[in-house]
């Protein structure tokens, strides 16, 4: 079994997954490494296209160390024979607790507390913040991660509104609209796939409908929010804030790093010790199961 790792992955995972067969780890030419691979093991950074396929003339299967396929172009993988496997629910708790805390972070005025101390400054009557108690979350897609959120959401006291069209009647939260998410939510947070019908979902229309102290949140997709739009809203007070771990094109260091009312984190939500962990046994399993 030859086995070719495109990404970067943790020394354990990489270890287990090395006595399943020869296997090669982010090779310097990966096209010429797949010449022979019965299978390609990627996360976020490597792009699987029809192109790639092309030199993979002996691949069976392609796995993806995460949540979402986005990266992944499934109709290439069927049109030649390529199972795709991914691992959705292992990075779920550590999306939702990123989610979670970032809705703590700008409602408590976190960075600017910690940057002031840091600076020297004691900005005590300049810190005042807003409690989540009794605010409203907006969960759009109430998936593995929006469920989750919901929940810890709901213990905090938060009432919880939800709009996903494939659930029915979910034990948490209520379901409503989506103009109903834009028009009555204190905090909105995507939990989508990257899809035409999602793309740029939150925009200059959208962002109108909102509170005046509204705060998107996301963990999903880059492509989910109009980043001109939201830059725009931001600046012009429209919106209370932002707070988002993906952008269109990573790294970030857009415009909207010049804004104090959003928390930027660099596409780590799924990033802790206990995540990475279950993304590694769960890819393991489904290595064992598709190649025996």
Known sequence: MKIVIADNMEPDV??????????KVTPPDLKAALSDADALIVRSATKVTSELLAHAPKL??????????????????KK????????????????????LAMMFAICRKLPKADASMKGKQWLKKE?????????????VGLGRIGASLAIKASALGMMVLYYDPRQEGAAIGKKVSLDEIFLSSDYISLHVPLVPETKNMINAGV???MKK??????????????????????????????????????????????????VLTPHIAGS????????????????????G
């Open 207 to 209: 962002l109108a409908k």
């Open 14 to 23: 990489i270890a287990e997954i090395s006595k399943l067969g020869d296997t």
């Open 127 to 139: 810190l005042t913040g807003t409690e989540l108690m009794g605010k409203t979350l907006g969960v």
């Open 272 to 291: 802790t010790k206990e995540a990475q962990a279950r993304i590694g046994q769960e890819l393991v399993a489904k290595l064992r199961e598709e190649l």
């Open 80 to 99: 030649r024979g390529v199972k795709v496997v991914n691992t959705p629910g292992a990075s779920t708790n550590s999306v939702a607790e990123l989610a």
């Open 213 to 262: 102290n509204a705060v998107i949140l996301n963990t999903a997709r880059g492509g989910l929010v109009d980043e001109e739009a939201l830059y725009s809203a931001l600046k012009e007070g429209k919106i209370g804030g932002a707070c988002l771990d993906v952008y269109p094109s990573e790294p970030y260091s857009g415009k909207l790093c010049e804004l104090a009312n959003v």
């Open 60 to 77: 069976r299967l392609v796995a993806r160390a995460g949540v979402g396929l986005d990266n992944v172009d499934a109709e290439a993988c």
